[in-house]
């Protein structure tokens, strides 16, 4: 093996593994013998699974070799398995296995968080149905549209209920190519009648051009769905009651779109700014402050980023940026 690819080796802040197509050990780093609690000359030749007791991984590793493909994100118990081929200048040589502890959830950390968070994020499809609800009676005739927001909304209660340990864990997501203009809209519908009755308007600026991009499509409504929420709160009592949500190609950093959602609130002064996102933490008489921290946390396992602008009097801007590519 080459020396540089050796040093290079030792120098990741993971367990790492070099194993052949099969799943055999041919090298490893000082992190996964202390993972492995063994030695480089016990583990020497060894099947990975043998030594991890964890069968799964050489079906995925002989995938990944066989059709050179990356597996990335592979959870087991508390470790994630990151699995990519592992190539010299002239051909295709072995697997590399990364290996990355999983840090808890705050929500599993932390049950009054759980439940409280739970309570957040069932309120808030309840209230799309209780707006589609009150639009029905005010129309007394059959809207598809309406009944079709009070279907979605009632399947993701369910599906928020079915597993509700991974409802909370964001790191943990299931990925699909979406139109994020899509996502946007079934947002605002949930909100139309709210909308509608507390006169906000909405301005949409809308790139056409953005491709689709690979995201847990529920996470992504959770947090665009909070984000919507928040600035509809924020305007409820201005004199002014204006909300714009615009798309877009991200400048810096590159590889990534964005939406941001911009009211005309009172606006957060630079402490309260600092204290956004945290748990807990709202500038709202009734609020929970858990809506921020939920989108912090699905933008962060989505592999972007939450940015906020915001000053007194002048409203508030959140932008959430969203990588293109997996």
């Known amino acids: 093996m080459n020396v540089e690819f050796e ?31 063994r030695s480089f ?15 799964e991984l050489p079906s995925l590793i002989e995938k990944s070799y066989r059709e050179t493909i990356e597996i990335r994100g592979f959870r087991k ?3 994630i398995f990151h699995i990519s081929p592992l190539f010299t200048p002239s051909k295709k040589v072995g697997v590399v296995v990364l290996i990355e502890p999983c840090s808890l959830s705050p929500f599993e950390e932390d049950i ?15 209230s799309g149905i209780k707006g589609a609800a009150k639009l029905f009676k005010e129309l007394k005739s059959y809207d598809e549209e309406l009944a079709q927001v009070i279907v979605d909304e009632v399947e993701r209660i ?22 994020i203009h899509k996502i946007i809209q079934q947002v605002f519908n949930l909100f139309a009648h709210q909308i509608s009755e507390k006169g906000i308007k909405v301005n949409f600026l809308f790139d056409p051009s953005l491709p689709e ?4 499509v529920d996470k992504m409504t959770q947090a665009v ?6 600035a509809i709160e924020a305007v409820e009592e201005s004199e002014v009651k204006e909300i714009t949500v615009e798309t877009g190609y991200a400048i810096r950093p590159s590889g990534f779109i964005f939406i941001k959602v911009k009211d005309t609130g009172r606006g957060m002064d630079g402490e309260e700014i600092k204290k956004f996102g945290l748990p807990f933490f709202t500038t709202k008489e009734k609020g929970s402050g858990l809506g921020s921290f939920i989108v912090k946390e699905v ?28």
């Open 112 to 126: 009054t968080l759980f439940l409280k968070g739970l309570s957040h994020e069932i309120k808030n499809p309840l």
């Open 299 to 326: 933008i962060k396992g989505h592999g972007g980023e939450v940015k906020v602008e915001s000053s007194p009097g002048k409203g508030t801007s959140v932008k959430l940026l969203i990588p293109m590519k997996r």
């Open 158 to 179: 369910e599906r928020l209920l079915k597993d509700i340990t991974r409802s909370f864990d964001f790191s943990k997501l299931s990925f699909r190519n979406e139109n």
């Open 225 to 230: 769905l909070n984000v919507v929420k928040n």
């Open 77 to 79: 118990g508390e470790l």
């Open 7 to 37: 040093d290079l080796l030792f120098s990741l802040p993971f367990p790492a593994v070099i194993t052949d197509e099969l799943g055999k050990i041919q090298k490893v780093n000082q992190k996964f013998e202390s993972l492995s609690n």
């Open 41 to 55: 000359k016990f583990l020497k030749g060894r099947n990975i699974s043998e030594v991890l007791r964890i069968e």
């Open 213 to 216: 991009v690979p995201v847990d």
